[in-house]
């Protein structure tokens, strides 16, 4: 059965879907793992970035289902759609690369139309692990790429995960989001006792090695003071800023494979992957 | 050149007519070319590639021939596949090779340089069976740097209803 873990923080442009596909990637390729990618942004940037543009493109030009048909499967379309059907769980997964060893590397696509699906997102939120449920034991490793927001898909992402991991930018604002989540989690945990959801770590992510400014200082001394208080774990490795990480988003790549990129960069992301996937029992 | 030693390129020529051919019936015939005293088996073997021709071209192509009768769709699909990338009309850059190697299931390629990573790509594509290779070969074409770089303009065509 699979670890599910998401990556999740309520603010944007911390590295969420960065750190996901790279971690995918990671667990793929290093760690030899049969791997699901979830994109659960409408913005659908892991999905265009894993599978490239022009395949994700001709992926939904060719009706592809996407993690938006999953919670909009039992909805009725019109008045010439029948009784409701259950969708093929199989049927929304694009196969990015299956490898001679087993490993692999699979995606359920994200579109914009999933933002459609918060305006109505009543009784939705147990559809995707639902879905999860039905193909986990086909994976070692699923991995949620959740939109900056604390909505329905939010819930979702909860109910599917083990694992939270936050990706955390060392400046005011972003480091707020991570007491908000921490408040998110808990009252989801207070409404389902059951849930075993919980953060596996934050790692601090995109700044500036030997660039360092005051106010990053400040800021990543609050977050670690707070952490010590709250008893919450920041990885010991940073994922610092690469130019890299971008080019390999364009070329939807593994950073490791990606042309140009420093070793040192390769070497500090494995780092954080060395440390990270243990945590999470992998 | 291609930095692949006589060594080795002899035993990935001796590997494919054993692979076609079957171990005794290659044995035999060697043994048939010993016994003959032939003359060919004494040349140098840099005179038997033709001018113009690397080694390593010749190892590729030798094995595309060695399936033509067997696997007569193969032996289609890969022959006209390494005509275009010999001729750089796809995946013109080492790095191309490099993602298309990753695209279709080589977790990461060795080489520096596309003449090294050419073989290495065209021996696992030879093992792959042919629904895999149609597939496959198309979506050498839409990996460039050009291609790379339309990435934003294929999504925003898409996005806004182009």
């Known amino acids: ?282 | 050149m291609s930095g692949i030693s006589t060594a080795a390129l002899l035993r990935d020529q001796i590997d494919l007519l054993v692979r076609h051919f079957g171990f005794e019936r290659v044995r035999a015939t060697l043994a048939k070319l010993s016994t003959q005293g032939d003359e060919g088996s004494r040349a140098p073997m840099r005179k038997t590639v033709p001018r113009g021709q690397t080694p390593v071209r010749i190892t590729v192509a030798a094995a595309i021939e060695s399936i033509r009768d067997s696997d007569p769709e193969k032996h289609r699909l890969l022959s006209e596949f390494l005509g275009r990338l010999m001729g750089r009309q796809i995946l013109p850059e080492s790095q191309d090779i490099r993602h298309f190697a990753q695209l279709v299931g080589i977790k990461e390629i060795s080489g520096r340089s596309r003449k090294e990573m050419v073989p290495k790509l065209m021996r696992f594509l030879l093992e792959q069976p042919v629904e895999r290779l149609q597939a496959d070969l198309q979506s050498a074409a839409n990996i460039s740097e050009q291609q790379r770089r339309m990435g934003f303009s294929v999504l925003t065509d898409k996005l806004l209803g182009e």
């Open chain 1, 1 to 282: 059965m699979a670890v599910c873990v998401s990556m999740i923080n309520m603010k944007g442009g911390v590295g969420k879907t960065t750190i996901a596909s790279q971690i995918a990637w990671y667990a793929a390729l290093r760690l030899d793992k049969k791997v699901l990618l979830i994109d659960l942004d409408p913005q659908a940037n892991a999905s265009q970035s894993v599978m490239s543009p022009q395949t994700y493109v001709d992926y939904l030009d060719g009706g592809g289902l996407t993690v938006h048909d999953i919670f909009e499967q039992f909805t009725p379309t019109g008045t010439a759609s029948g009784s409701p059907k259950t969708l093929d769980p199989l049927k929304a997964i694009y196969a990015r690369v299956e490898y001679d060893d087993g490993s692999l590397l699979h995606i359920v696509p994200s579109r914009l139309e999933l933002s459609w699906t918060l305006r109505n997102p009543h009784d939705k939120e147990t559809l995707l692990p639902r879905f999860v449920a039905k193909v986990q034991d086909r994976y070692d490793l699923v991995v949620i790429d959740c939109s900056p927001t604390d909505s329905m898909l939010t819930d979702a992402a909860y109910y599917c995960s083990r694992y939270i991991l936050v990706p955390i930018r060392a400046e005011f604002l972003a480091s707020i989001g991570f007491p908000l989540l921490n408040r998110s989690i808990q009252a989801f945990r207070m409404r389902h006792e059951d849930n075993s959801v919980e953060v596996c770590g934050m790692v601090f992510n995109d700044f500036y090695r030997g660039n360092v400014k005051s106010e990053n200082r400040l800021a990543r001394k609050d977050v670690l003071d707070k952490a010590a208080k709250y008893g919450w774990y920041v990885f010991k490795n940073d994922i610092p800023h690469s130019d890299s990480y971008f080019k390999a988003a364009r070329v939807g790549m593994p950073i490791a494979n990606t042309k140009g990129t420093h070793g040192k960069v390769k070497t500090e992301f494995a780092a954080f992957a060395n440390e990270f996937f243990p945590r999470i029992g992998l």
